[in-house]
Structures are given as C-alpha cells and as structure tokens.
C-alpha cells in the first residue's frame, strides 16, 4: 500500500485516504474541526464517513488522521461521528441479532475493537430499549390528572401548520438540549430541510405536542420503522425524540408523552416501541425503566488525546 493522503473532501474538512499500490482507495475517513462540538471546554475534532479492511488499514488511517489534526492544534479527536451528534455517529458494540431499525447506525462487528487497538478509548455509551405495548400505561392517573391540571394540553401535529409546528420543536430542541452530552445547535434552516423531506413520512398522529398558553413546553417524536416495512416486516414505533422545556416546571410530563405515544401506537396496530439510542446519562432511561424497557443493542463512542 502507498503512505495515507489528505485531501480536501466534499462534504468535511478534510479527508484522509490510503491508497493501495493500484491507485484504489483501501480505507477512508472524513475529518471534521470547523463547527464541532466541545467536550471538557476544549474543541473537537470528529472522524466519520469511515471505512476500512482489517485493523492495519485502521491502525494507518487513524494515526495519520490524528497527525493532521494535532498539527493544526487540535487535542482530542472523537468518532466515529459525521461533524456533531445531530448526523451520523457511534459503532454498535452489542447486539441480540435483531434487524436494524431505521435511521439506526451499522458497521461491521469488527471495528470497535480495531479502534480500540489504534489507540481510542470508549468515550461513551448507548443503548436500544424494546418495550412491548399491549394497552397498558406505565403513568398513574394522579400523575396525568396533575399534569392536565396544570393547565397543559396535549394534542397531535397539525400538518396544516407543519412549519410552523417544525419552528416550535426547534425551538424548544434547542433550549432542552442545550446542556446535552457534546452538544452543537442546529441551524433552524437544517432542521427545517431534514424534516421537510419526510413530511409525506410523518404520521401527525405520533407527534405529541404539550403546550401551555399556547406555548410549547414538551413533545415527542415517533416514526414507523421503515427499515422493517422495506422487509416485508411488521414494523415497532420508534420513539424518536423527547424533548421538555427545562423551564416548564412540570415534572413527570416526559413520561406523560411518551405514554400517550404509547397508547396511540396500540391503537394503530403498533405492538413494539422502540425506545431508540438512549445516551448513557439520559433521563429518559428512567421513562425506559418505567416502561419495562428491555435493551437489544448497545453503542459506543470513542475518543483520543493527540
């Protein structure tokens, strides 16, 4: 094989390539410092759009990869992860053999491991939660009377206003997230493009929106796993998002929303939720717990001093 390139790339800041003794591209990696998130109030860099053979390729590809970036000042390089952690990141490192589920991310069984012997320790973990929905609520009728009381409302997504109703959730992803792990704000234009696109995908349904005074103070994100419709498979509900403005002052309303997913899920035929890609410190774990939730997959990310 030919010494590793860096290159521009079209969709980072730089990309890192070895080439095989023919010119053919063995590994790749994309590398992203410019707009990333910061951990321990340091910047980052982040590695993603990764690919590789075996564990020398890997070892090569991220050891040039770390000297790029420690030569333009940068101290700690995290990934696999595509710039910040609202696109593509984290390897699956355990799994009990069930099918991916939309938007869920894939490798090769092989490459937590291969970075681990390039030098990466685990940064930190995930997991995906399987809860069965059989019509039963995991929420006290004390617990959503004292919500309701409270002058809160729950209603489904009206498409009519979808951009609208788009604006609010980002408004409020951006004040509830804020102090999430690696944290980066999305640009209301992005949000709006990403959702956009699957408007035809959303079923109005289960999007559950808590406002009071007409303001928006908590929803929840649920979408059909498509990946399972593509098989010819009965598909879970995913629950995508949960978000609950940290100023709201109303305590248990997550696990009212997600319950009242739940509910609406059972109705349309849905007999599995997927409580998808809980961040290890998540409160919403609790919600899982709650639920009965029951792990199938667990994720992880990883990190290096250079």
């Known amino acids: 094989m030919n010494p590793p390139k860096i290159t521009e790339s079209p969709v980072a800041d730089a990309r890192v390539s070895l080439p095989d003794t023919d010119g053919t591209i063995l590994a790749q990696a994309d590398l992203w410092w410019k707009e990333t998130p910061s951990h321990e109030g340091q910047r980052i860099a982040t590695i993603g759009g990764f690919h590789a053979p075996d564990s020398a390729s890997i070892r ?45 991310p894939e490798n090769p069984a092989a490459y937590p491991a291969w970075w681990l012997e390039a030098g990466f320790t685990e940064l930190s973990r995930y997991s995906s939660s399987i809860i069965p929905l059989d019509g039963t609520s995991a929420v006290s ?34 004040r509830s997230f804020s102090n999430n792990f690696l944290y980066t704000p999305l640009d ?27 303001k928006l103070v908590g929803f929840v994100f649920g979408i059909p796993d498509f990946a399972a419709l ?3 498979e009965k598909p879970a509900l995913i629950v995508k998002t949960l978000a609950v403005d940290p100023a709201s002052r109303a305590a248990g309303l997550g696990s009212v929303l997600v319950d009242e997913l739940h509910q609406t899920g059972e109705s349309k035929g849905y007999t599995e939720a997927i409580h ?8 919403s774990l609790k919600i899982t717990g709650r639920q009965k939730g029951t792990p199938f997959r667990r994720y992880a990310l990883y990190s290096k001093k250079i």
């Open 276 to 283: 998808a890609l809980q961040h290890q410190t998540n409160t």
């Open 188 to 214: 209301e234009n992005d949000f709006l493009g990403a959702y956009t696109k699957i408007r035809d995908q959303v079923d109005p349904d289960l999007v559950k929106l808590a406002r009071r005074d007409g």
């Open 141 to 174: 009728p004390a617990m959503k009377d004292r919500i309701l009381s409270s002058g809160i409302t729950i209603e489904n997504l009206d498409p009519s206003a979808f951009e609208a109703e788009l604006r609010a959730i980002h408004a409020l992803s951006l």
């Open 230 to 232: 593509q098989r010819s």
């Open 60 to 104: 090569i590809l991220l050891d040039a990869a770390t000297a790029h970036l420690k030569s333009i000042g940068i101290k700690t390089a995290v990934g696999p992860m595509d710039q910040n952690t609202w696109k593509k990141h984290r390897f699956v490192i355990e799994s009990n053999g069930r099918p991916s589920f939309f938007l869920e």
